[in-house]
């Protein structure tokens, strides 16, 4: 079966670095989409980044843009989400996803994905 397991999570100052990473299994990984979401305590999840299936394009919400960075290795059938300058509001689970043949904006969408990870926990202190 598919499986999507998240790792690098952590407790960290404000203005540190993560890397995540998500590890895929069960699936033809260089065609899926992948993603990262992430939810916060009483709030709604939200999109953080995506890359397409290619790894042609990337796309990243606003809150993120520049300080985060999402690639992915083929031949490890893995996600990774480099986060630098974080900050105590980017504390929260968070999660890849991934989504077969995904390209464009429809991975904005967490509805769009077909497979999800357990989640990661970062903390960011101030």
């Known amino acids: 079966q598919v499986q999507l397991v998240e790792s690098g999570g952590g407790l960290v100052q404000a203005g540190d670095s993560l890397r995540l990473s998500c590890a895929a299994s069960g699936l033809t990984f260089s065609t899926y989409g992948m993603g990262w979401f992430r939810q916060a305590p009483g709030k709604e999840r939200e999109f953080v980044a995506a890359?397409?299936?290619?790894?042609?394009?990337?796309y990243y919400t606003d809150s993120t843009k520049g300080r985060f960075s999402i690639s992915r290795d083929n031949a490890k059938n893995t996600v990774y989400l480099q986060m630098n300058s974080l900050k105590p509001e980017d504390t929260a689970v968070y999660y890849c996803?991934?989504?077969?043949w995904g390209i464009g904006e429809q991975l904005r969408r967490g509805g769009e994905y077909g497979y999800w990870g357990q989640g990661t926990q970062v903390t960011v202190s101030s």
């Open positions: 890359i397409n299936w290619a790894g042609m394009s990337t």
């Open positions: 996803a991934a989504k077969n």
